[in-house]
């Protein structure tokens, strides 16, 4: 298969389980996941699933940079781990739901790998707003 064909797999997948999570889902704990990319392997039988984790909102006011700060470093483990478990556990709804709408020989077998660029990039964002107001202070 083409590559051309092969992106625009990945991104019709991206973009179908974006919106079963956000629309269909009633687990809240998926509202916070972000599918950041899709990888189908070249028969479509399996797909690898990356999301990133958004911080709660709180109080509607958490920005980009509050990815770092949200909660402890044992308390983003357990979240990440808990949502890991959501999604592998949801694998089977998700497929089901896939089915109809993808006009594909195979549905893939999803698998659901943590993304930590969005949280990486936070990181540097506040380090960098750390740095700037240190500049300004002298």
Known sequence: MGRKYMRRINELLRRKIT??????????????????????NRDTSRAEVYYS???PMVAG???????GTGGGIEEQKQRREDIQETLD??????RGKLA?????????KLTFIYDPSLAE?????SLLKQLQTEEARQ
């Open 19 to 40: 919106l079963l999570l956000l629309e269909e889902s009633k687990d809240p704990r998926l509202n916070d996941v972000s599918i950041t990319g899709v990888n189908v």
């Open 53 to 55: 984790i958004l911080p």
């Open 61 to 67: 006011d958490a920005t980009l940079s509050d990815l």
């Open 89 to 94: 556990g949801a694998v089977g709804w998700l």
């Open 100 to 108: 109809p709408t993808l006009h594909l020989r195979h549905i893939p």
């Open 121 to 125: 990039g936070a990181h540097i964002e």
